[in-house]
């Protein structure tokens, strides 16, 4: 059973020091670095938001639950993978698919995105024979969340590497965590 792991948005904006920092992006970063230098998937394939004019997801006034400050704005540094990240993607022999959502509408889950030959994250899964997913990534309560439950919802066993995400508050990762629980995607 080919396996992958989904490395959701870790992007130098949801880190510390970036336009939407999430306290412990910093950290998920050089963790899942460590992860990826592990190697022993099949697969692994980035997310990152890429806005070019995302419409109301962006906000002078957000709520941080529906729109936010102008965030990952494609061809910034801020929308570049972390780092730490895109070192270990460039020493892995591991196969490295990238995936970018939201161009010009909120896109959550790494489902909505295409890679640079137009691919679903579905397709280059399902091409790559891929029947089980390992997901991490920032953040735990909205896009983690998001592709964790679109992967269960293809039929993927997916699990989620609770310790290498990041939330943006306490009480919606709470949510997600158990929303994820309810609907069968392991939690690990």
């Not at 950290?27 to 998937?41: F, M, P, Q």
């Not at 990152?48 to 061809?75: K, R």
């Given at each position: 059973?080919?396996?992958a ?54 906000s002078?006034?957000p ?41 010009y ?19 280059v ?49 709470k ?10 995607v392991?939690?690990?």
């Amino acid at each position: 059973m080919a396996r992958a792991l989904i490395v959701v948005d870790v992007q130098n904006d949801f880190c510390e020091g970036g336009a939407l920092g999430v306290t412990g992006g910093n950290d998920v970063a050089r963790d899942v670095a460590a992860k990826i230098g592990e190697g022993g998937y099949d697969l692994v394939v980035t997310t990152q938001d890429w806005h070019v004019d995302p419409g109301t997801h962006w906000s002078a006034t957000p709520d941080y639950l529906d729109t936010w400050p102008v965030h990952c704005e494609a061809g910034t540094p801020g929308a570049e993978l972390h780092p730490a990240v895109a070192a270990a993607l460039a020493a892995t022999d591991m196969p490295v698919v990238g995936v970018r959502k939201g161009e010009y509408e909120a896109a959550y889950s790494g489902f909505e995105g295409v890679d640079a030959a137009g691919r679903t994250l579905a397709e280059v899964l399902a091409a790559a024979g891929v029947e089980e997913v390992d997901v991490v990534g920032i953040a735990t309560d909205h896009c983690v969340r998001a592709t964790a439950l679109d992967a269960h919802a293809t039929g993927l066993a997916t699990t989620v590497l609770v310790d290498l995400t990041a939330g943006v508050a306490p009480g919606t990762t709470k949510v997600a965590l158990d929303l994820l629980r309810e609907k069968e995607v392991r939690l690990v």
